[in-house]
């Protein structure tokens, strides 16, 4: 089973990803939806959140995590990894880092992500360590995350659009050709951003990590309907509905609620 988990919904960008990849894996979801953002906190509040969320994680089957958030892997991956050796970690940096400089034709790459990712500058060492030529113009869009989880995500959504282009003016000025989307929130938005920068090679943090995962499990069985079940820590309600609308099937899965501070 895999585990995957996020501070709300944007984890389901890698949820999507995982799934049509491996669709006879079975995945354990969890949604930290009771204390979303992570983005805007502490180092060490998102380090106490991150280490809860593994753990409620670990009390499943699991053989390998996704941590589908860019906050947690910019702040927590190698702490995790400490805490739990031998169990395979994926975090959503390296893939993204890989695949932006495998693609960029000019060396101009955009990072936008939440503000402790930013502040990390965890995309730019990666892509420096890949590539210490590239140019990197790097955005904190603290906005996107809430506009995600109150299911403002449609591709017309004039409110997300209008907001995009406040953000994205300084990379569409800097003629960036490559884009990492360095939060899993912002994939649900990619179209609203593929608006903004027509032309722009958009990179998903999410899907770069759903196919590392996708690597470890080469030997998955195509024809079997693997199952998913959904944990959130607050009302499941709205998380069900928005993440109906982006994974465009309605969630055929119960949603729980649990208590993430017990663990
Ligand atoms: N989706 C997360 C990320 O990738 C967290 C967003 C947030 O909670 O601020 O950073």
Redesign the pocket.
């Known amino acids: 089973m895999i585990g995957i988990f996020?501070?709300?919904?944007?984890?389901l960008s890698a949820y999507k990803e995982v799934r049509r990849l491996l669709p006879g894996e079975d995945i354990v979801y969890f949604g930290?939806t009771g204390r979303?953002?992570?983005?805007?906190?502490s180092r060490e509040t998102i380090i106490k959140y991150a280490l809860q969320d593994m753990n409620f994680l670990t009390t499943k089957n699991i053989d390998a995590v996704l941590v589908?958030?860019?906050?947690?892997?910019?702040t927590a991956l190698d702490i995790l990894r400490e805490k739990y050796p031998g169990l395979p970690i994926i975090g959503?940096i390296e893939g993204a880092a890989k695949a932006a400089v495998g693609v960029t034709k000019n060396n101009r790459v955009g990072v936008i992500?939440?503000a402790?990712?930013i502040n990390s500058r965890s995309f730019e060492k990666k892509l420096r360590e890949l590539d210490p030529e590239v140019e990197i113009i790097a955005r904190a869009c603290?906005l996107f995350?809430p506009l995600v989880e109150s299911g403002f995500i449609s591709p017309d959504d004039e409110v997300t659009y209008l907001v995009a282009e406040r953000y994205l003016a300084d990379i569409r000025e800097s003629g960036a050709d490559t884009l990492i989307l360095?939060?899993?929130?912002?994939p649900v938005i990619s179209r609203s951003i593929a608006r903004v920068l027509p032309g722009v090679n958009i990179i998903s943090?999410s899907k770069a990590a759903a196919e590392q995962i996708a690597a470890l499990y080469s030997h998955s069985d195509p024809t079997r309907q693997g199952r998913t079940e959904f944990y959130v820590s607050d009302e499941p309600c709205g998380f069900e509905q928005t993440a109906s609308i982006f994974l465009e099937t309605k969630l055929d899965h119960d949603v729980t609620r649990i208590d993430i501070e017990k663990y």
């Open positions: 996020d501070s709300g919904l944007g984890g930290d979303v953002p992570y983005g805007t906190r589908a958030c860019g906050t947690v892997t910019s959503v992500a939440t402790a990712t603290p995350v360095g939060c899993t929130h912002y943090s």
